[in-house]
């Protein structure tokens, strides 16, 4: 008789995420939204993976790279009063909350072409997001919270190509 180990909380998270983004382009950001939050319950999904917080930034750690280049699966750790710059995306994206809390801020563009909030949402631990590559979808995370916090975020493109094709900033 043989013993087939169960696989670990990220392995099947992974799993999930590479047949969610294997399916339909337009449903792809929800699918994978869907595949992130099945886990985020796991209390040790990130379990021997170091994610620690930079004291001041919000920091990437890249947990997969699909080996085809069409997306990448990093986990971003926050610091009380971390946030990212307000922007919109090149490509389609899925998140979810995986401890802690975030805020989402929405954004429209005026005349001029700035940034003007048009409202927010708190995303607790278990919560997802996800959205099309669209200028138009402007937003911010930010941890407004008093404790650390980790999100676990998919793009749709390579992770060495992260710092020219994920986000189109509007604003730090």
Same mark, same amino acid.
């Given at each position: 008789?043989?013993?087939?180990?169960?696989? =670990?909380?990220?392995?099947?998270?992974?799993?999930?995420?590479?047949?969610?983004?294997?399916?339909?382009?337009?449903?792809?950001?929800?699918?994978?939204?869907?595949?992130?939050?099945?886990?985020?319950?796991?209390?040790?999904?990130?379990?021997?993976?170091?994610?620690?917080?930079?004291? =001041?930034?919000?920091?990437? *750690?890249?947990? *997969?790279?699909?080996?085809?280049?069409?997306?990448?699966? %990093?986990?971003?750790?926050?610091?009380?009063?971390?946030?990212?710059? %307000? *922007?919109? !995306?090149?490509?389609?994206?899925?998140?979810?909350?995986?401890?802690?809390?975030?805020?989402?801020?929405?954004?429209?563009?005026?005349?001029?072409?700035?940034?003007?909030?048009?409202?927010?949402?708190?995303?607790?631990?278990?919560?997802?997001? !996800?959205?099309?590559?669209?200028?138009?979808?402007? *937003? #911010?995370?930010?941890?407004?919270?008093?404790?650390?916090?980790?999100?676990? !975020?998919?793009?749709?493109?390579?992770?060495? #190509?992260?710092?020219?094709?994920?986000?189109? %900033?509007?604003? !730090?």
């Amino acid at each position: 008789m043989s013993f087939i180990a169960p696989r =670990d909380a990220l392995a099947a998270m992974l799993a999930d995420i590479a047949t969610a983004a294997a399916g339909d382009p337009v449903e792809r950001p929800a699918l994978v939204a869907a595949a992130i939050a099945a886990h985020l319950a796991s209390p040790d999904l990130l379990a021997g993976k170091a994610c620690p917080c930079n004291p =001041d930034r919000y920091v990437r *750690h890249l947990l *997969h790279a699909d080996p085809a280049g069409g997306y990448a699966v %990093v986990a971003l750790a926050w610091r009380p009063g971390q946030m990212s710059p %307000v *922007h919109a !995306h090149r490509t389609w994206c899925a998140l979810g909350v995986y401890r802690g809390m975030l805020t989402e801020g929405f954004y429209k563009a005026d005349a001029a072409g700035q940034p003007v909030q048009t409202g927010s949402v708190l995303r607790m631990s278990g919560t997802t997001s !996800h959205g099309p590559a669209d200028p138009d979808l402007i *937003h #911010r995370l930010a941890n407004i919270g008093g404790c650390d916090a980790i999100s676990i !975020h998919v793009y749709g493109v390579a992770f060495d #190509r992260f710092g020219e094709d994920v986000n189109l %900033v509007y604003a !730090h």
